[in-house]
């Protein structure tokens, strides 16, 4: 049983790592390309560039918010 939740645990630091916000906003972006990807009526290249957009915003963001957290 030690293995599994060494197992679980390793995913969960690998995924979420330091900040729960960084992983809920790159899910959130996914789930938000995979939706316009259903929908059709958009073109595949363009979901393709909103959501690399999106992963930006939700890294820059993550970055500026770590930057004024140390600036406390």
């Not at 060494?6 to 330091?18: E, P």
């Not at 992963?55 to 500026?64: D, E, K, Q, T």
């Amino acid at each position: 049983m030690r293995y599994v939740a060494g197992f679980f645990r390793f995913w969960w630091d690998f995924i979420v790592g330091d900040d729960w916000r960084i992983a809920a906003g790159v899910v959130l972006v996914l789930v938000i390309g995979g939706l316009l990807v259903a929908d059709g009526d958009l073109s595949h290249a363009l979901v393709a560039a909103l959501t690399g957009l999106g992963l930006m915003v939700v890294a820059m963001a993550s970055i500026v918010s770590a930057a004024l957290r140390a600036r406390r």
